[in-house]
């Protein structure tokens, strides 16, 4: 099981889209209609093998518009891909996890977890036919060429009013090993990623930020200097959330 697509919520689509991905260098994004369905616009970006998306509301009382409401832009969803999706529901069917939406598709096999029974964030089960695939990142996506193709989403963290606690459960919920003391938080092991728990501030509980591995660290930083977006070293300030970067293999 590992982090597939990390997914922002915005108020402005076009703006934070064209800013990311002059921030990256990512190529142009693929516009998915069939996020109409929950009453958003999306902007989604091959990011190496993975996929970076923002989504906007164009309609009034959807899930991300009331979290935008809540917390201000920010991250809103966790997609993992597992190599086992029917391991997956069996688990959660026992364990009395609900879904809030589920497809069944030639290409993918999805479910959205219930925020409440597994705490933090929307988190999606997928699996792609084949595992390389990913329809949700378009029909022409290809991995990014040269060093770009190897720059990773390595972790995300979440605010959380009892890390532990929260941290447990995920682990419970996705089927993994118990959570190691990490900081002042917790850490819950995937294969080559991780999701880490720390105490909420006033915001509340949800995703507080990201570590990305990028091709081109130092130009990465430059151009946030050059658009003045808030930095402290290696951590940006961007779209609510803290981004940690460092260097890609």
């Known amino acids: 099981m590992r982090i597939r697509q990390i997914v922002f919520a915005a108020q402005e689509l076009q703006r934070n889209a064209q800013g990311l991905a002059e921030l990256l260098g990512l190529d142009p994004p693929f516009r998915d209609p069939g996020v109409a369905e929950f009453g958003l616009d999306n902007a989604v970006f091959v990011f190496g093998d993975q996929f970076i998306e923002i989504v906007s509301p164009v309609r009034t009382g959807t899930t991300a518009g009331r979290l935008l409401e809540r917390r201000g832009d920010g991250g809103y969803m966790l997609i993992l891909q597992t190599d086992d999706f029917e391991r997956e529901r069996v688990r959660l069917d026992a364990l009395g996890v609900r879904r809030v939406w589920a497809k069944n598709l030639e290409d993918i096999r999805a479910m959205h977890l219930h925020p409440k029974d597994i705490g933090g964030t929307i988190v999606s089960i997928d699996q792609p036919l084949p595992a390389a695939a ?23 963290c979440i605010e959380a009013l009892d890390p532990l606690a929260m941290a447990q459960r995920w ?5 993994r090993p118990a959570p190691a003391a990490e900081g002042s938080g917790w850490r819950l092991a995937l294969d080559t990623c991780w999701v880490d728990f720390v105490p909420a501030g006033a915001r509340g509980e949800g995703i507080a930020g990201y570590t990305l591995a990028v091709a081109d660290l130092a130009a990465v930083l430059d151009r946030a200097d050059q658009r003045s977006v808030p930095r402290q070293g290696h951590r940006l300030t961007l779209l609510g959330t803290h981004i940690d ?3 890609s293999a």
């Open 171 to 175: 682990a419970q919920v996705l089927g």
């Open 134 to 156: 990913w329809r949700w990142g378009g029909p022409d996506w290809r991995v990014q060429p040269g060093r770009r193709g190897a720059q990773r989403v390595l972790g995300l």
């Open 245 to 247: 970067l460092q260097a």
